[in-house]
């Protein structure tokens, strides 16, 4: 049987909520963010969304600026909610193109949604991005990685929850049955994981904002990926990294066929 998940060492840096724009927003942080990612040679970066504050087309043009310091050939960038203000998703596709993408590595798939909607700050992906993931995933033994801004758990430490996408109890059916292995997000400035399933939830702070709850602070992820295991670690800009989650890689995963299921009330 083929092996499942990646043959080597992948590296992730996930950024999320830079916020380029808001009052809050520190150039420091996301300077030195940049700077320790260019050091620590990742494979990719992913940035989950909330780049600019108000979606404007100046704020798009800095953001971008900040981001081509980056060091890597492999960066995915999906919008959130406060990008989609304004009709700020015309300057994310004249800029970063497609908001929904896919990135291919030896035994690994990782899928990009934009989950932001129109200046509203709830989160949905609906059903042809469902399609569109689906379509993605073309090696059944590939580590699957689905990236969106909004959450698709509650989290604790964020106030009172609103912020899943409104159809989450979907997704996160869609995303048992196609084996998916992990999920990361941004949103709401709080770093958190939850396994859920047989796969974990991995949330990314704000890397450069102060907009933060309780004694949160700017924080970025790195995720590394092994033949073995995978690891979420947490990274605070001049500061320590500090191990949130490790799990092991495998196919061993249930059920991925949810027909029949007893649960599986809608067809
Ligand atoms: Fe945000
Ligand atoms: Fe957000």
Same mark, same amino acid.
């Given at each position: ?5 990646p043959r ?8 999320s ?6 009052? *809050?927003?520190?150039?420091n ?12 040679e990742?494979?990719v970066?992913?940035v ?5 504050n ?9 953001a ?8 890597c ?8 909610? *406060? ?5 700020g998703?015309v ?22 949604l934009?989950?932001?909607q129109?200046?509203l ?6 059903r ?7 379509d993605?995933?073309?090696n ?5 990685i689905?990236?969106?801004?909004h *959450? ?33 997000s ?7 994981t ?18 933060v ?7 970025y ?25 490790t ?6 995963k249930?059920?991925?066929n ?10």
């Amino acid at each position: 049987m083929e092996k499942y998940g990646p043959r080597e060492n992948i590296k992730i840096a996930h950024i999320s909520d830079i916020h380029v724009g808001s009052n *809050h927003f520190v150039s420091n942080l996301l300077n030195r963010a940049v700077f320790e990612i260019n050091e620590m040679e990742p494979d990719v970066v992913l940035v989950s969304g909330d780049l600019t504050n108000e979606g404007f087309r100046q704020q798009y043009s800095a953001a971008s600026a900040y981001l081509e310091n980056i060091d890597c050939e492999r960066i995915s960038v999906i919008p959130g909610n *406060h990008d989609s203000r304004n009709v700020g998703y015309v300057h994310f596709e004249d800029i970063f193109g497609s908001r929904n993408s896919a990135l291919y590595l030896p035994g690994i798939t990782m899928v990009a949604l934009d989950s932001s909607q129109p200046d509203l700050n709830e989160g949905r992906l609906g059903r042809q991005n469902y399609r569109w993931m689906v379509d993605r995933f073309v090696n059944p033994n590939d580590f699957k990685i689905v990236a969106l801004h909004h *959450h698709l758990l509650p989290l604790p430490g964020t106030g009172r929850e609103r912020n899943i996408i409104e159809d989450a109890g979907d997704f996160l059916e869609l995303l048992v049955g196609q084996g998916v292995d992990l999920v990361l997000s941004g949103h709401k400035h709080v770093p958190h994981t939850w396994r859920f399933e047989d796969f974990f939830i991995s949330n990314a702070g704000t890397v450069s904002s102060l907009r933060v709850r309780g004694y949160a602070k700017p924080c970025y992820n790195i995720v590394e990926i092994t033949p073995d295991t995978c690891s979420v670690k947490r990274k605070y800009p001049f500061g320590e990294t500090v191990d949130v989650v490790t799990f092991p890689v495998n196919r061993e995963k249930h059920p991925h066929n949810l027909e029949g299921h007893p649960d599986r009330l809608v067809k």
